[in-house]
């Protein structure tokens, strides 16, 4: 039973930093690639940030030069580094872990609040 398990939200103010952190547990399998998703209320959800086991990266434009994010292969953990938060970062921020055996399965987190006052 593949388990993602996150931390790291919360509240901070504008202009401050967060660091989200998700664990992935449970399967044997390799994961290729990990990653980020938010949903703002009201909104579609959203992809923020993806790694490949190798280490190439993808970034909404909207968080380009803000957010980092990396991974530890060995711990199967992937992190988001958030620097110059904005109201509109305010959000329910979900990791994903695609494990791949001959076909892609998706397992999502349950979900972390970013909450980002003026």
């Known amino acids: 039973q593949v388990q993602l398990v996150e931390s790291g939200g919360g509240l901070v103010q504008a202009g401050g930093s967060l660091r989200l952190s998700c664990a992935a547990s449970g399967s044997r399998i390799s994961i290729n690639a990990m990653g980020w998703y938010r949903q703002a209320p009201g909104k579609q959800r959203e992809l923020v940030a993806r790694i490949t086991s190798g280490g190439s990266t993808d970034y909404a434009d909207s968080v380009k030069g803000r957010f980092t994010i990396s991974r530890d292969n060995a711990k199967n953990t992937v992190y988001l580094q958030m620097n110059s938060l904005k109201p509109e970062d305010t959000a329910v921020y979900y990791c994903?872990?695609?494990?791949?055996?001959?076909?892609?399965?998706?397992?999502w987190g349950q979900g972390t609040q970013v909450t980002v006052s003026s």
């Open positions: 994903i872990a695609d494990y791949y055996s001959g076909f892609v399965t998706r397992y």
